[in-house]
Nanobody, 122 residues
Framework: QVRLVESGGGLVQAGGSLRLSCAAS????????MGWYRQAPGNQRELVAA???????NYAGSVKGRFTISRDNAKNTVYLQMNSLKPEDTAVYICNAEGVRDSSSGYALNYRGQGTQVTASS
């Protein structure tokens, strides 16, 4: 079983910064993509940013230029640096790992963390 543990959420004033971390643990051979979703009350879950094992990134238009996703493959950890936070960024941020294999020939499974609250106050 693979576990994703998020950290780094909190309360900041608008314009401030936060850095989220998500570490995957368990029997892991490889992870194809890691990323962050967010969900605010009354809203659908949306992709914030994702990064492949090769370093290709994908961002939601609303965070481009403000958020940066990075990854340490050796540590199975993904980071999200969030700058210039806005009140509309307030949400629960959920870490996601896709294509997780426990061996070179194992099945690829997806996992999700519990989420961490990010609040940007105006």
């Amino acid at each position: 079983q693979v576990r994703l543990v998020e950290s780094g959420g909190g309360l900041v004033q608008a314009g401030g910064s936060l850095r989220l971390s998500c570490a995957a643990s368990g029997k892991i051979f490889s992870i194809n993509s890691m990323g962050w979703y967010r969900q605010a009350p009354g809203n659908q879950r949306e992709l914030v940013a994702a990064i492949t094992s090769g370093g290709s990134t994908n961002y939601a238009g609303s965070v481009k230029g403000r958020f940066t996703i990075s990854r340490d493959n050796a540590k199975n950890t993904v980071y999200l640096q969030m700058n210039s936070l806005k009140p509309e960024d307030t949400a629960v941020y959920i870490c996601n790992a896709e294509g997780v294999r426990d061996s070179s020939s194992g099945y690829a499974l997806n996992y999700r963390g519990q989420g961490t609250q990010v609040t940007a106050s105006s």
